[in-house]
Antibody
Framework: QLQESGPGLVKPSETLSLTCTVS??????????WGWIRQPPGKGLEWIGS???????DYNPSLKSRLTISVDTSKNHFSLRLRSVTAADTAVYFC????????????WGQGTLVTVSS | QSVLTQPPSVSGAPGQRVTISCAAS?????????VHWYQQLPGTAPTLLIY???NRLSGVPDRFSGSKSGTSASLAISGLQADDEADYYC???????????FGGGTKLTVL
């Protein structure tokens, strides 16, 4: 299971920080990447990026300059930091497990709504 | 903008069959890349429905089927039921972006 946590409200220009805790299995698996996806209200899914347990990461080019994804294997969780947020970053943020061989997202968290507003 | 193009909406009456298309633009998503389909029921997270173009996840009814030819894929749903009403997304991998990509999503309405 995957569970997102973090503030539901972030002020413009500040940093959005979320954590995804993985339970029922180890994040230190060579079979998976661990990813973030977001969905603005009423819109479609947008890939944010992912990380492998050793720290290798990939980011959506459109977010790369503001984005950091990190992993903490001792806590079995991974995190997202998005800097200099605007109202356009308001969305439901999902974490998910990315199967490397299958190239698909086979387990998702329930999602958490983050609103950017003063 | 999505490199995978889906129709914004489709609809059908109970018992009918509908198809949802997913067309890749350019040559970045080709025969070597698989397409996967997700179902998102209202207010919930997406769940993997079809993987590797045409493989149903365990527990998914055989009313759901996927296919792929070249750079286009389709999801077919036969024997439509009211609880099939959801948003459906296709997903693949873009080799030029080096990134996972999603289609824009299709809202299925059961009339």
């Amino acid at each position: 299971q995957l569970q997102e946590s973090g503030p539901g409200l972030v002020k413009p220009s500040e940093t959005l920080s979320l954590t995804c805790t993985v339970s029922g299995g180890s994040i230190s698996s060579n079979e998976y990447f661990w990813g973030w996806i977001r969905q603005p209200p009423g819109k479609g899914l947008e890939w944010i990026g992912s990380i492998y347990y050793v720290g290798t990461s990939d980011y959506n080019p459109s977010l790369k300059s503001r984005l950091t994804i990190s992993v903490d294997t001792s806590k079995n969780h991974f995190s997202l930091r998005l800097r200099s947020v605007t109202a356009a970053d308001t969305a439901v943020y999902f974490c998910a497990r990315y199967d490397i061989v299958g190239e698909n997202l086979d387990h998702w968290g329930q999602g958490t709504l983050v609103t950017v507003s003063s | 903008q999505s490199v995978l193009t889906q129709p914004p909406s489709v609809s059908g009456a109970p018992g009918q069959r509908v198809t949802i298309s997913c067309a890749a633009s350019g040559s970045n998503i080709g025969p070597g890349f698989d397409v996967h389909w997700y179902q998102q029921l209202p207010g919930t997270a997406p769940t993997l429905l079809i993987y590797g173009n045409n493989n149903r996840l365990s527990g998914v009814p055989d009313r759901f089927s996927g296919s792929k030819s070249g750079t286009s894929a389709s999801l077919a749903i036969s024997g439509l039921q009211a609880d099939d009403e959801a948003d459906y997304y296709c997903q693949s991998y873009d080799s030029s972006l080096n990134s996972v990509v999603f289609g824009g999503g299709t809202k299925l309405t059961v009339l």
